[in-house]
């Protein structure tokens, strides 16, 4: 996807304001328990490579919850706004924070193993446990 795939995004109030291009028009989810004490659901992302950039980040907070990710979101209103590699190598943004969600398909789940028992998602897709997320990530970063 090209510079003309970017979209647009925002935190609630407006007042961080992003945009990123996606590495493909699916929407990913994860059951990670860190995900999601800090969504206070699944984290419903997008993966966007490196291509996250903003506009305005008067408000944005930065959360490293790792030896290697952080979380970002909005200090003023709380928003989750995206999961990046601390080096910025890759990033998921939330969903919904796209001002423009046209053509996503719900395509993955990962850290499938730490799911719990009480939902479960209709959808047909691919399925990842921690173990396997993490082996791409190394993989990734040795390519």
């Known amino acids: 996807m090209g510079e003309e795939c970017r979209r647009a995004g925002a935190c609630l109030c407006g007042s961080v304001r992003l ?35 903003f506009e ?39 969903m919904h924070v796209f001002t423009d969600t046209e053509g996503f398909v719900f395509a993955e789940e990962i850290f499938i193993d730490e799911k719990p028992p009480h939902y479960s998602f209709a959808n047909d897709t691919r399925k990842l446990t921690g173990a396997e997320v993490m082996a791409q990530f190394a993989s990734q970063q040795g390519a």
Do not use: N
């Not at 490293?64 to 943004?93: I, K, N, P, Q």
């Open 19 to 53: 945009s990123a291009i996606p590495s493909k028009l699916e929407m990913d989810v994860c059951h990670c328990s860190m995900c999601r004490r800090w969504s206070g659901g699944t984290f419903m992302a997008v993966p966007c490579g490196d291509s996250l950039e």
């Open 56 to 94: 305005s980040a008067g408000t944005l907070g930065v959360y490293r919850s790792s030896d290697y990710a952080e979380r970002l979101f909005c200090t003023a209103c709380g928003s989750t706004l995206a999961w990046r590699m601390s080096d910025g190598s890759s990033a998921a943004v939330a």
